[in-house]
């Protein structure tokens, strides 16, 4: 009695991976990137800092909102977990923006470099949830991609 394989055959696989290619790519709206804090007013000041300006939006108790280049940051009064996540953020001067830092009382890393590529530190907020600032060093499409 022959058995069923379990495993796509090889003109199905083809087959999946043509129409994968042939969809629609996403159509974004917008991007938000959701931080969950314990205290709700302390991260308001911090981020506040941290972002060199207030909130653009407050919409209800317990949710504030940061528009950060093209994406939101939205602090929310949450149970804080321990995550791998971070929050990153490309900048066009890694050493002023760190000394606005210094400057606004939040302490970070030193500077790190990969040669001809990346430099980056990284901080913490108070609750733990990492934030890293980075600047690329090099133009080439290999390694950053299409940029606009």
């Not at 317990?62 to 995550?83: L, T």
């Amino acid at each position: 009695m022959l058995r069923r394989s379990k495993f796509l055959s090889r003109q199905k696989l083809l087959e999946s991976v043509r129409n994968a290619t042939t969809q629609r790519a996403i159509d974004v709206k917008e991007t938000i990137v959701v931080i969950a804090v314990s205290d709700i007013s302390k991260s308001r000041e911090w981020y506040s800092r941290l972002f060199g300006k207030g909130p653009d939006l407050e919409p209800f108790p317990g949710n504030v909102e940061f528009r950060v280049g093209g994406a939101w940051v939205q602090i929310v009064k949450s149970k804080v977990k321990a995550s791998s996540w971070s929050l990153q953020l490309e900048v066009q001067d890694l050493s002023r923006e760190r000394e606005r830092l210094r400057e606004a009382g939040i302490a970070a890393t030193e500077i790190k470099t990969v040669p001809n590529v990346i430099s980056y530190f990284d901080l913490n907020d108070p609750d733990g949830n990492t934030v890293r600032w980075f600047q690329v060093l090099t133009s080439d499409p290999n390694v950053t991609g299409n940029r606009d």
